[in-house]
């Protein structure tokens, strides 16, 4: 007999694909988007960004917003992921389109984590 891995959800991990698309929230319960996908260091295995697809319409002419992981959390009432920021500050945070990734090296992610005023753990 072949046993099953959960490769969904468990009481304390949650599957990539389930991560993706989910909606974001600020505090004053406005939706900003939704969580495009993340990026992950491939030595330590941690989180370093949620990328936030905001903008646009329809999916034309969204821009993509990597968050400092540590800024989300998780709000099971909303069934979304939930920061403590103003539309109007989110459309100053670095951002790219699409095709225009950028190189997140150490001087990108200061950048990212200095306008969010956490500290870039690398």
């Known amino acids: ?14 599957a990539s694909n389930k991560v993706e698309g989910t909606a974001v929230y600020n505090r004053q319960n ?6 495009y996908n ?4 491939k030595k330590n295995g941690q989180v370093e960004y949620a990328v936030l697809q905001f903008g646009g319409f329809l999916g ?8 400092p992981w ?13 920061i403590d920021l103003d539309k109007d500050v989110l459309e100053q945070a670095p951002r790219y389109s ?11 992610g200061n ?12």
């Open 60 to 67: 034309i002419g969204n821009d993509y917003y990597p968050l």
């Open 111 to 122: 950048s990212v984590y200095d306008y969010y005023g956490v500290t870039y753990p690398y």
């Open 30 to 35: 406005e939706r900003l988007g939704s969580i």
């Open 38 to 41: 993340f990026m992950v260091d």
């Open 1 to 14: 007999m072949v046993d099953t891995i959960e490769t969904d959800e468990t009481s304390r991990l949650i």
């Open 70 to 82: 540590s800024i989300l959390s998780y709000d099971t009432s909303q069934g979304g992921y939930v």
């Open 98 to 108: 699409a095709g225009n990734e950028p190189a997140y090296d150490k001087n990108y």
